[in-house]
């Protein structure tokens, strides 16, 4: 969310904005919505400041008839210009939850993903002296991922990971954190359960309010039991990634200068609908409703060339760990088309995955500048007192299948095996360098 005023000031920049992000929003409306609510408020004090002048003078005696009515009509002005201003101020909000940041001027306009600029190469496409294996074929054989059973149980995109992979699996996360830790970043296990502001604040709403036919989460529809027996009826989701949780951890604060820039990551189970995604990459396990994902969060001062410093270096440290991995891979730069509204620039992690004969994504890093940090509420104190709201970036270190599902299509060998990374065998239990046939 942007500031009214900062709206007012740059809202030719920021329809431009809009139409280059495919975003449907009515600025003008906002601004006249805008002006009208303030005038209310205006209206509003000017009658209670009536009302307080009036009970002032009826405190000196009896009050008088007309003095009871004109404090009757002054009640009633107040109700009735609140209850229009209440309704303002829901057109208003619903606006201005959808106004979009003003993209980096070095952000490639273009209409859809199809536009999005490849910026890095490391590594070319794996070649085979044998016919390659997709993963699924390759699970099969070494008895590493169950999709039968797994629809059985949890339904559409349900899977069991088994065996070497459960073990490959948690390598990579723990590569992942140990890989961030070294870099400086505190360690999180967030909560996956999370109040409603948490996904509203970090943009997983397309409005103010979920969204079932549009946003991608899983609401949880029972009911929670607090200490004291009573219970709670608070909207409750699961999370598609440790960032909200993460971001709102730090809601409603206000931090020393001094403390910025504040590095977490997070490792979590992520939950995701995918009901955008309806007959996209219905075979095999590129796209599932839930995963593991280590993440990568910054706090930053109101500074875009320190949080575009930060966004770049966390970029790097995703890179590092593909690299690590011997896993071909590129960066892409987002083009407009494919940002959301809040996001000031934005770069995917794309890896070579053999059985796509093309590349799949494996992280995105962004920077959403203050757009995340005024929902949330969270500013910093600068060392001459005053108040700003920070800046916060969010990029993906490593999730568990996609990773996975490179590795073992571009390690596979002739034999039917699979080599493990060198830099995961020392998660793996017995420090075992091939997973193979039993």
């Known amino acids: 969310m942007l500031d009214i005023k900062y709206i007012r000031e ?3 920049e920021i329809k431009q904005a809009a139409k280059n992000k495919n975003i449907k929003v009515d600025i003008d409306g906002l601004l006249k919505l805008d002006d009208r609510r303030r005038g209310l408020l205006q209206e509003i004090d000017d009658l209670r400041a009536q009302r307080n002048e009036l009970a002032k003078t009826a405190k000196q005696g009896k009050p008088s008839a007309e003095q009871i009515s004109k404090g ?20 208003y ?22 536009e999005n600029v490849e910026i890095y190469r490391e590594g070319e496409p794996t070649k085979f002296d044998f016919e390659p294996k997709s993963h699924m074929e390759i699970a099969r054989d070494l008895d590493l991922f169950d999709l039968e059973r797994g629809a059985k149980v949890a339904g559409y995109r349900g899977y069991y990971v088994k065996n070497e992979a459960v073990s490959l699996q948690m390598a990579l996360m723990l590569f992942a954190l140990e890989k961030l830790i ?13 109040k409603e502001f948490a996904l509203f604040g970090s943009g997983y709403f397309s409005g103010r309010k979920f969204d079932p036919e549009v946003d991608e989460i899983y ?9 004291d027996g009573k219970k709670n009826k608070e909207d409750k989701f699961l999370v598609g990634t440790a960032e909200p949780s993460l971001l709102a951890y730090f809601a409603g604060e206000t931090l020393e200068e001094k403390n910025l820039p504040i590095k977490v990551c997070g490792f979590s189970q992520c939950y995701r609908s995918e009901i955008g995604s309806y007959g996209k990459d219905t075979k095999g396990l590129y796209r599932v409703h839930e995963f593991m994902k280590v993440e990568q969060v910054c706090v930053s001062r109101a500074d875009f060339e320190e949080s575009n410093k930060l966004h770049l270096e966390m970029v790097e440290i995703s890179k590092e760990l593909h690299r690590e991995l011997g896993l071909p891979f590129r960066v892409l730069q987002i083009c407009t088309g494919d940002m959301s ?4 620039k934005m770069f995917d992690l794309e890896a070579w995955m053999p059985s796509r004969n093309g590349w799949g994504e494996t992280g995105s890093a962004s920077n959403f500048g203050d757009w995340q940090a005024r929902r949330l509420n969270v500013k910093y104190k600068t060392a001459d007192g005053q108040k700003k709201v ?23 060998q ?15 239990p017995g420090n075992i360098d091939r997973i193979a046939r039993k």
């Open 10 to 12: 740059h809202a030719d």
């Open 72 to 91: 009757k009509e002054l009640k009633e002005g107040v109700a009735r210009i609140e209850a229009e201003l209440n309704a303002v101020e829901e057109q």
């Open 93 to 114: 909000e619903d606006i201005m939850v959808k106004v979009p940041t003003i993209p980096s001027k070095d952000v490639p306009v273009g209409k859809d993903d199809s």
């Open 182 to 194: 070294g870099k400086g970043f505190t360690p999180m296990i967030p909560p996956t359960l999370v």
């Open 219 to 227: 609401k949880i529809a029972n009911e929670e039991v607090e200490a």
């Open 341 to 344: 509204a809040g996001k000031y």
């Open 390 to 412: 920070v800046h916060m970036l969010n990029n993906t270190a490593l999730p568990s299948i996609r990773p996975m599902i490179a590795i073992l299509e571009n390690f596979q």
């Open 414 to 428: 002739a034999d039917g095996s699979v080599v493990v990374p060198e830099v995961l065998r020392k998660f793996m």
